[in-house]
């Protein structure tokens, strides 16, 4: 008797529907934020370098202090779906989506159903992934390179697999984010304890020459790195780190906007972390969860550590955006372990639901109106309209935020300064932030009446625009 098609047919297991499905929810959430046109300063930076030509483009990654990948790769897909905002954040969404279906599915496969499914909804919901998701910036597609190097990571430490994935994710976190690869390499520094104190010797040998695969993949990265750090002019360097600065740092991957959220989702992570420790305790991944949160602390503090050697602050909360992937698969582990050892407890399944889903709510919430605040479509619309190509304008500004954007979103309009305004051939405008009446007298002072035009804002940033017009003697 012979089967039929149908009997042959292979049956999709009920678990891997579901992440499957999880997934594609959190990707529809992920697009649903990239329809707009609302640039903050970082963005406005990238996608301005991004516009510019593949000549210009490498000239300017390279004077910058960043690896190449976000800003080379960005202007291959602009160049073939064109330049727009909507490309670059698809762009940047993407790496996420892939985190969700293949870190999803890979975990599934060393860790199981449940810390993968963890995992999946972590990356939709906790703090800072849906923002940095669908920024015009290289951090998701870190938290995609660190994601996988984790589950490499958890691979080699269950089963004994090759290290050859982990060093391949690791190069790719180098040309991504210099944090990310911090990060990665926190990874191999917990691998080699772990084998020297097994002492186990033919592994050291295969550790040895991935190393050294990572590092031939690497020397170009490296050798730009390099250039770019000894050409690096003073303005890199971040706000002055403290003891305030540390603990807001520790305290960055479970911010949301209200903090009894936060604390709560703090002291939840925190008590899953010791219950598994406990001695009396026999939690499974465990200890590979462990090592897996202890990244973005290594990080952190290796940050601060290179900071203080510098002499001056090289670090800022947002480098550690790539090892939050890392972290989450971490608690991700330990949740998992204490509902094990709880025999499947109905309360603290319910309990780590409503936490996931309130902090989830929050956070789209704070991404939506983040990416649909209204204000940018006015600007650009009236900048279309009046500005022409010989216009110039003056702004002052202790740091140059609306300068930056203003290369994005009117990139005809030149900066000028008092002194040479009379050579402007064609309108003069003045950007005033609001901040003193010093523009207004400086105007009057050089012969001009200043026009009001209107109050303008997009994302975190408002001016107040005027049409200076020269006084009649």
Known sequence: MHNTGKDNKKAVPKPELILLFTAA??????????????????????????????????????????????????????????FSPLVLKLFSCIPMILLMFFGGRKLFSVCGFRTAFLYELFLIAMPHFLHYGVEIRMYSWGVFACGMAGTCFLNILKDDASLIPLSLFTVFAGYIHHFALVSCGMLWLMLLLIMLVKRDIRELKKYGLNLLLIFLLYLPGLLLTV????????????????????????????????????????????????????????????????CLLSVI???????????????????????????????????????????????????????????????????????????????????????????????????????????ICLKYYCPALKKTGWKKAAETAGNLWLFDRGDSKKPLEKAAEYGYNPKYISDFCFDRYSFSLYKLEKEEN
């Not at 390279?62 to 790769?73: G, K, S």
């Not at 899953?272 to 200890?287: D, M």
């Open 227 to 290: 250039f770019q750090i000894k050409n690096a002019s003073s303005y890199f360097s971040m706000a002055p780190l403290s003891f305030n600065s540390l603990l807001s740092d520790i305290r960055f991957p479970f911010v949301t906007n209200i903090t009894l959220l936060s604390a709560l989702l703090l002291v939840s992570c925190f008590a899953a972390v010791v219950f598994c420790l406990l001695p009396r305790i026999k939690a499974e991944n465990a200890f590979e969860g462990l």
């Open 297 to 403: 602390f290594l990080t952190l503090f290796f940050g601060y550590g290179v900071s203080l050697l510098a002499g001056r602050s090289l670090f800022t909360a947002r480098y550690l955006v790539p090892s939050l992937a890392l972290l989450w698969m971490g608690i991700a582990c330990f949740t998992d372990a204490a509902v094990s050892a709880l025999d499947n407890n109905r309360f603290l399944m319910l309990f780590a639901a409503v936490i996931i889903v309130l902090t989830g709510e929050q956070d789209y919430r704070q991404a939506f109106r983040e990416e649909y605040v209204r204000g940018a479509e006015i600007m650009e619309a009236y900048f279309r309209d009046n500005i022409s190509v010989g216009d110039r304008y003056i702004i002052h500004e202790d740091v140059p935020e609306i300068e």
């Open 25 to 82: 929810a959190g990707s529809i959430l992920y697009i649903s934020l990239i329809f707009n046109d609302n640039l903050w300063v970082d963005e406005a930076f990238t996608a301005a370098l991004i516009r510019g030509s593949m000549a210009e483009v490498i000239r300017d990654t390279v004077n910058d202090t960043l690896p190449p990948f976000y800003n080379v790769a960005g202007k291959l897909l602009t160049a073939v779906f064109g």
